[in-house]
């Protein structure tokens, strides 16, 4: 309904191609994006960046949530939550969220997340 808080849950591996020898990452960049009809719950996303050291910095651009992950080894994991604010009534469709490193953007994936219907 409009004014609930919705969680977002995000998992993000370090998993490059075998062919490739990398010992870390380097800064990596995640960036979540929002359904239509949400808003980022600031306080959420602050409150994972001080639970995270990797955790260099955040950016919340229009609707997407941009995270700054520093030094993750090869086979590493992360996972983090955030809320999210319903603002109005909408069937919003799935949203395309990446990971990608910051110094060698061919090294990427990305998903899709579900679709959310608030009355």
């Known amino acids: 309904e409009v004014n609930d808080l919705v969680r977002v849950s995000v998992s993000l591996a370090f998993n490059p191609p075998p062919n490739l020898e990398i010992a870390e990452a380097g800064m990596i960049v995640l960036d979540v994006s929002v359904p239509t009809g949400f808003a980022p719950v600031t306080e959420s996303i602050v409150a994972v960046t001080q639970k995270l050291a990797q955790i260099k910095r ?3 651009a229009g609707r997407k949530v941009i995270f700054y992950v520093e030094n ?3 086979g590493e994991q992360i996972a983090l939550d955030f809320q999210v604010k319903a603002l109005y009534p909408v069937k919003a469709k799935g949203v395309t969220s990446q990971a990608y490193s910051y110094y060698k ?5 990305e998903t ?3 679709a959310v219907t608030v009355k």
Do not use: E, Q, T
């Not at 953007?105 to 994936?109: A, E, L, N, R, Y």
């Open 58 to 60: 955040y950016d919340v």
């Open 72 to 74: 993750m080894k090869p």
């Open 105 to 109: 953007p061919d090294i990427k994936g």
């Open 112 to 114: 899709l997340s579900a």
